[in-house]
């Protein structure tokens, strides 16, 4: 446990254990007007990828993008709220690539052309696997039933660029974005991530005015956060409080907030994917089954078959 200095306010510090993932924290430097949010991502991640075998280079892409899903799906404060994430193209290597987190879970898959990958080499830029694509990022809060979405271009050379211009276009806040990956010792990949923001005008009492890009308290924090290593966000042995400790040591405030425990999910199961199916009239389930009477529904989030029987949807004669 690290020793937190005058004006540092720990709230988790007690709990964290190594390696240190599956969370991510928030954090608040009051005197800067800037939060911040960090995130590792370890077993979850792996029982993500190892569900689809996809080759290392999709893999990575699928993991910097759910690591970027953890990071801005925190931040909701609405329990039931969801954010995705949607990137797509026509003429790339990837088709689409979705992830969505809603409540800690996490989730996503990536649909791709095999033999442009081959074609694009062994470490493909992002151009190179979406050419001119676009990421679409999506809040829905279910408190209110409000949807907000913003549409970029992956134009950039990462998907954290591409998510910064999101936060630049669609809010007008200046937002720093940074991802990293590392394999451990058994090779299965470990991804961390930060993502700082200046404070809106507006915000814990301050004057509504129009966001300054130049600010020198945003400045000062861009800065800072921009040392922040790939490695040290991908080392399972330094606990998300220790990094942040590491930035923003020199800060008069920091508020580091309640942790956030990260999860696979997927919400397909049996019972939906019925219900889902008796929705359809009874010639089109006919239709859909195979020479066996069963339909058979295949997951792209968690890549499991579903077989259900055309005789479950039998009514009773009365």
Same mark, same amino acid.
């Given at each position: 446990?690290?020793?937190?200095?005058?004006?540092?306010?720990?709230? &988790?510090?007690?709990?964290?254990?190594?390696?240190? %993932?599956?969370?991510?924290?928030?954090?608040?430097?009051?005197? #800067?007007? =800037?939060?911040?949010?960090?995130?590792?991502?370890?077993?979850?991640?792996?029982?993500? %990828?190892?569900?689809?075998?996809?080759?290392?280079?999709? !893999?990575?892409?699928?993991?910097?993008?759910?690591?970027?899903?953890?990071?801005?799906? +925190?931040?909701?404060?609405?329990?039931?709220?969801?954010?995705?994430?949607?990137?797509?193209?026509?003429?790339?290597?990837?088709?689409?690539?979705?992830?969505?987190?809603?409540?800690?879970?996490? #989730?996503?898959?990536?649909?791709?052309?095999?033999?442009?990958?081959?074609?694009?080499?062994?470490?493909?830029?992002?151009?190179?696997?979406?050419?001119?694509?676009?990421?679409?990022?999506?809040?829905?809060?279910?408190?209110?039933?409000?949807?907000?979405?913003?549409?970029?271009?992956?134009?950039?050379?990462?998907?954290?660029? /591409?998510?910064?211009?999101?936060?630049?276009?669609?809010?007008?806040?200046?937002? %720093?974005?940074?991802? *990293?990956?590392?394999?451990?010792?058994?090779?299965? $990949?470990?991804?961390?991530? $930060?993502?700082?923001?200046?404070?809106? !005008?507006?915000? &814990?009492?301050?004057?509504?005015?129009? @966001?300054?890009?130049?600010?020198?308290?945003?400045?000062?924090?861009?800065?800072?956060?921009? @040392?922040? *290593? =790939?490695? !040290?966000?991908?080392?399972?042995? $330094?606990?998300?409080?220790? %990094?942040?400790?590491?930035?923003?040591?020199?800060?008069?405030?920091?508020?580091?907030?309640?942790? &956030?425990?990260?999860? #696979?999910?997927?919400?397909?199961?049996? !019972?939906?994917?019925?219900? &889902?199916?008796?929705?359809? *009239?009874?010639?089109?389930?006919?239709?859909?089954?195979?020479?066996?009477?069963?339909?058979?529904?295949?997951?792209?989030?968690? /890549? @499991?078959?579903?077989?259900?029987?055309? +005789?479950?949807?039998?009514?009773?004669?009365?």
């Amino acid at each position: 446990m690290m020793r937190a200095p005058d004006g540092w306010r720990f709230a &988790v510090t007690d709990t964290v254990t190594s390696p240190d %993932l599956d969370r991510a924290i928030g954090f608040t430097i009051p005197e #800067r007007h =800037a939060r911040g949010r960090i995130v590792r991502l370890g077993p979850v991640l792996d029982a993500i %990828l190892h569900a689809h075998a996809y080759p290392p280079a999709i !893999e990575t892409l699928l993991a910097e993008a759910l690591t970027l899903a953890a990071l801005l799906g +925190s931040t909701l404060k609405d329990a039931g709220g969801q954010l995705t994430l949607q990137a797509q193209t026509q003429n790339g290597v990837v088709s689409l690539l979705v992830c969505d987190y809603r409540g800690g879970e996490l #989730r996503g898959y990536v649909q791709y052309d095999p033999d442009k990958l081959a074609e694009a080499g062994p470490n493909p830029s992002l151009f190179a696997l979406f050419g001119t694509g676009y990421l679409a990022v999506t809040f829905d809060q279910a408190a209110t039933n409000e949807r907000y979405q913003g549409i970029v271009p992956l134009d950039g050379d990462s998907m954290a660029a /591409a998510a910064e211009s999101y936060f630049m276009q669609s809010e007008q806040i200046p937002s %720093l974005i940074r991802l *990293g990956m590392r394999r451990d010792a058994s090779g299965k $990949l470990v991804a961390g991530g $930060l993502f700082l923001q200046h404070l809106p !005008e507006g915000e &814990v009492g301050r004057e509504r005015l129009h @966001t300054r890009l130049d600010h020198p308290e945003w400045e000062h924090v861009e800065a800072l956060g921009q @040392t922040m *290593g =790939a490695d !040290e966000l991908g080392d399972a042995s $330094l606990p998300l409080e220790t %990094l942040v400790w590491r930035l923003f040591n020199e800060e008069q405030e920091v508020r580091v907030l309640g942790n &956030v425990a990260l999860s #696979r999910g997927c919400r397909c199961d049996p !019972e939906y994917i019925t219900s &889902v199916l008796s929705k359809f *009239g009874e010639a089109e389930r006919t239709d859909m089954a195979d020479d066996d009477g069963f339909i058979t529904v295949d997951c792209a989030f968690c /890549a @499991t078959k579903f077989p259900v029987a055309l +005789s479950d949807f039998t009514t009773p004669t009365l």
